[in-house]
């Protein structure tokens, strides 16, 4: 899979018409001499599987090579662009849990109600809503009407935890409510099927009070499909955090992305795909690791 | 399947109906744009700069004093050409990767869909906002990112359905009755899978809409002059104090339309699902495409072998 996926960074960044050499030159003539010598000190002028070799034994010694912009390491540009997307990520899945888990759990209790109905309503709204729009409404409401809080920009935690956390909020509550949105509908449908099982009714019968009944017996087993999702979504959130730093001018991850992207620097872009691809390769690892520990049932052999 | 019978029960479901007719507007708003627009898209009036919403220019106008409504009105036809036509090839191509890999089977199948696996492993809008960098921005290089990133849940899907259909009996039967490849594909497989792709097509018809306005929003998508909504957005932004309804006409229209094929689709998964017909499980399963992603997730072996299988 890590193969596949390396394959498919690299081959991307080679679809690229003209090489690295021509996009550097642009306008300027060069004699073919000069662009051969060039060629040559980037390692591009051997056939196209040596070159993926000896990239694969880089990013394997963890050398992700050099932007080209600011000469600096990729992996130093990707650690210190780290931090705003690494805070992002956290609090929006935290606020997604927090209004999807007890929004999908009383729709589901209180199947076919009003509640329900404004429920599955929310999630359409919230599914359907581009992250970039919501995150402009909220701009406009909260901080261009009433100016109750940043539009934008990055105060790290470490050097004032307030101002960390209100630069984050917006930005946080954009993606965590359409993390929500696909949440809630996941709790409800997990939660309607496990109300269902037997073992449901049998300690219903037995006569534990329904809170005993569903925190021990339903909460438990509802936690394997939203555990999934929550770390399938993980690709969702990083998608996401891309264009949420794009609207709230946070200097993440996704920034550096975007502006690499424009200024051609593709060591950087091939960095970040690569990143990208791992975080969401390992999180598919752990969501199968967490179900053992939540579900004795599976275990690995 | 009876066609009309499907209909009725379409439009027997409430959200449905909202779906169709979200969808309705915006197409007609496509097609209709050169009558219904107060002005073309791209005339300037320099009297007009950043005019509020009024009788003569209903959405207010834009910092070049072009009409909003009108902008709108043709980024319509921008977001229904990329997304339908995106939808389309991805459809094609996974019908035919689908029904390749499972009519096949052996090792064809392996290679192909652990392709496929590769390509789902990235998130659909990352993926095509990678292809973008690497393609360069233009509307033609959108469409083909976007319907890159949708092949492979396609492509599963007939491959799912083409596995199970070739053990059926009826198969079965008319292959044992003489019926050529072609025959049982066009007579048997056909008729099953395009209900099927029919759903999925049409919700990711929302997503692959979603996906060509972020990418203009972020830039990389549609450019100049032709008028995406996302584009609109971004150019919105230096003029969110003056002039606020810059950023919500566009995204209002945006909203619509994604919301609208949201709704239609799952509403003609209920209405196509002949699984669904008279059951009283119906209910339960008007819960989305969200949850198939779930249970597809939790129907993969959970034994861990290397990733071999």
Redesign the interface.
Same mark, same amino acid.
């Given at each position: 899979m890590l193969f596949g996926v390396s394959v498919l960074v690299f081959g991307l960044m080679r679809l690229i018409p003209g090489d690295a050499v021509d996009v550097m030159m642009g306008q300027v003539r060069l004699d073919p001499e000069t662009a051969e010598s060039l060629r040559r000190l980037f390692g591009i002028d051997v056939p196209i599987w040596k070159q993926y070799l000896t990239w694969m034994e880089a990013i394997l010694s963890g050398d992700l090579g050099r932007s080209i912009r600011s000469g600096r390491p990729v992996t130093t540009e990707i650690w210190s662009a780290l931090g705003p997307t690494v805070q992002l990520a956290i609090l929006s899945t935290l606020v997604g849990c927090v209004i999807a888990i007890p929004a999908g759990i009383v729709s589901a209790v209180r199947q076919n109600s009003w509640a329900d109905a404004v429920v599955t309503l929310l999630s359409y709204v919230g599914i359907s809503m581009p992250v970039f729009w919501l995150g402009t409404l909220l701009i406009l409401g909260l901080s261009v009407r009433f100016t109750w809080l940043p539009a934008g920009g990055y105060v790290s935690v470490f050097d004032d935890v307030g101002e960390s956390l209100r630069t984050a909020a917006l930005p946080a509550v954009t993606l965590g409510l359409g993390f929500a949105a696909l949440l809630m509908r996941i709790v409800r449908s997990a939660m309607l099927e496990t109300l269902r099982q037997d073992y449901v009714r049998t300690a219903r019968a037995k006569g534990l009070r329904e809170r005993v009944v569903l925190l021990r017996h339903v909460l438990r087993n509802v936690l394997i499909p939203v555990l999934t999702v929550i770390g399938l979504q993980f690709g969702w959130l990083l998608g996401g955090s891309v264009i949420a730093e794009q609207v709230f001018v946070r200097p993440g991850i996704g920034r550096l992305l975007l502006n690499a992207i424009f200024a051609r620097d593709y060591p950087i872009v091939q960095g970040v795909a690569l990143l990208f691809a791992v975080i969401f390769l390992t999180m598919n690892l752990l969501v199968d690791v967490a179900y053992s520990f939540v579900d004795p049932k599976i275990r690995y052999r | 399947m009876d066609v009309r019978d499907a209909a009725g029960r379409l439009l027997a479901n409430r959200?449905a109906v909202f779906g169709l007719i979200f969808v309705g507007v915006v197409v007609l708003g496509a097609l209709l744009a050169p009558l219904l627009a107060p002005a073309a898209p791209e005339t300037m009036d320099a009297t007009a700069r950043l005019a509020p919403p009024s009788l003569a220019h209903p959405f207010g106008t834009d910092d070049f004093g072009r009409d909003l409504l009108s902008r709108v009105l043709y980024g319509a036809r921008i977001s229904l050409q990329v997304g339908l036509i995106a939808i389309a090839v991805s459809t094609l191509l996974g019908l035919v990767v689908g029904l390749v890999a499972g009519y096949a089977r052996g090792w064809v199948d392996s290679v192909v869909m652990?392709?496929m696996? /590769?390509?789902m492993?990235?998130?659909?809008?990352?993926l095509a906002?990678?292809?973008?960098?690497?393609?360069g921005s233009s509307l033609r290089n959108v469409v083909i990112a976007v319907s890159a990133a949708y092949i492979p849940f396609f492509a599963r899907i007939t491959r799912g359905q083409v596995l199970t259909l070739v053990e059926t009996p009826f198969v079965e039967a008319s292959r044992a009755a003489g019926a050529s490849h072609v025959r049982l594909v066009v007579r048997h497989v056909f008729p099953n899978v395009i209900p099927l792709l029919i759903v999925q097509a049409t919700t990711n018809l929302?997503f692959a809409v979603?996906a060509e306005?972020?990418l203009s929003?972020? #830039?990389?998508g549609t450019q100049p002059p032709d008028p995406s909504w #996302?584009r609109m %957005?971004t150019e919105?932004?230096p003029w969110? =104090?003056k002039a606020?309804w810059l950023?919500?006409f566009p #995204?209002l229209a %945006?909203?619509a339309l994604?919301?609208g094929s =949201? %709704?239609l689709g799952d509403g003609l998964r209920d209405a196509l699902d002949p699984r669904l017909r008279g059951s009283t499980r119906a209910r339960?399963r008007r819960? #989305?495409r969200?949850?198939r %992603?779930?249970e597809a997730?939790?129907s993969v072996p959970? /034994?861990?072998?290397g990733?071999k299988t």
């Open positions: - | 959200l652990r392709v696996d /590769v390509v492993a990235f998130p659909s809008v990352l906002l990678f292809i973008m960098a690497a393609l929302a979603l306005s972020s929003y972020l #830039g990389l #996302g %957005l919105a932004r969110m =104090n606020p950023s919500i #995204g %945006l909203m994604v919301i =949201n %709704l339960r819960v #989305g969200l949850d %992603l779930a997730r939790s959970i /034994v861990a072998d990733g």
